[in-house]
């Protein structure tokens, strides 16, 4: 590989070559970036320190959070250095770096909201049995299981990109070193590798997208049959953060295979990497906040402002 490797650095174009454009996009990222940390952090601390907070469901919602940081985190850090120090490069090894982070943190992400889909079905279809179903070694197994699966359904296409010479050139037009625009500059054949990551992206994406949608599927059929309204408005009520989680991080990844009809290519594939990179992170906590103000361990006026 050292042979062959003639590129030691790569060059990220960014967001503008506008200043002042440069500036204010730091500021907007740099804000975004430390509401996420601060959001997921809070759901961290709040389900450690709060006893009726030990239940499955807060368990993978503060595995959740952890992701999140760590999925921003490969992105972020690398890019608001760069536009602060006004350079625009990151080296070889930093590159691959980050793009195995990024793909394995994204694909454990989508098994984690499968996992946390799974957990909310057995809540509502068996609620008696729920806790022996869902002890602590199956949910800490589930876990282990969603990052186990992210790393090594990644480690084949990355062992198979970072064997591959590039040798120029070295301009990336992006914010950060993606595995598309990546593998556009390898000097070799990547059909291959290209096969390989299309058929991990549709494993990833369709098959944890099925398994939220028949474990939907069978809650809201369980839901439809419970006699009362307020059993049905509670049992909907445990769902409906999940589900605009899942929504977000699933719509968002499909934009990256719809693209509008005449979009210049680069700069939607920008737009959607901020909304997957950026957004997404920073709204998961929020969402789920809201509902952590409403339980009734806090007190009774800042409930019923909420």
């Not at 993606?178 to 299309?198: N, Q, W």
């Amino acid at each position: 590989m050292r042979n062959k490797t003639v590129v030691r650095e790569f060059i990220l174009l960014g967001f503008s070559d506008k200043c002042w454009l440069e500036i204010l996009i730091f500021l907007l990222l740099s804000t975004t970036y430390f509401l996420t940390i601060l959001g997921n952090t809070v759901i961290i601390l709040i389900t450690l320190v709060n006893n009726q907070l030990y239940t499955p469901m807060y368990f993978f919602l503060r595995h959740l959070a952890i992701v999140d940081i760590g999925f921003t985190s490969t992105v972020l850090p690398k890019a608001l250095t760069n536009m602060a120090n006004g350079q625009r490069t990151i080296s070889l090894p930093g590159c691959f770096t980050q793009v195995y982070l990024y793909l394995v943190v994204g694909t454990t992400e989508f098994a984690l909201l499968a996992v946390m889909s799974i957990d909310r079905y057995v809540a509502i279809r068996n609620p008696l049995h729920y806790s022996t179903i869902m002890n602590g070694r199956t949910c800490s197994l589930m876990v282990l299981c969603s990052w186990a699966g992210g790393f090594l359904l990644i480690m084949a296409p990355a062992i198979t990109l970072f064997q591959m010479p590039f040798c120029g050139p070295n301009a990336m037009d992006h914010f950060f070193c993606d595995i598309g625009p990546l593998i556009k500059l390898a000097c070799t054949d990547t059909s291959l590798l290209e096969l390989m990551v299309l058929l991990i992206a549709v494993f990833s994406l369709l098959g944890t997208l099925a398994i939220n949608i028949v474990s939907y599927i069978n809650i809201i059929s369980t839901i439809m049959r419970i006699p009362s309204t307020a059993g049905r408005q509670k049992a909907f009520s445990t769902c409906a953060s999940h589900s605009i989680v899942v929504s977000l991080g699933y719509g968002s990844c499909i934009f990256m295979y719809i693209k509008p009809k005449g979009a210049n290519e680069l700069i939607f594939n920008k737009g959607v990497a901020l909304l997957n990179t950026v957004v997404a992170p920073l709204l998961v906590p929020f969402i789920y906040l809201l509902r952590l103000f409403k339980l009734p361990w806090l007190p009774l006026k800042v409930s019923q402002e909420l």
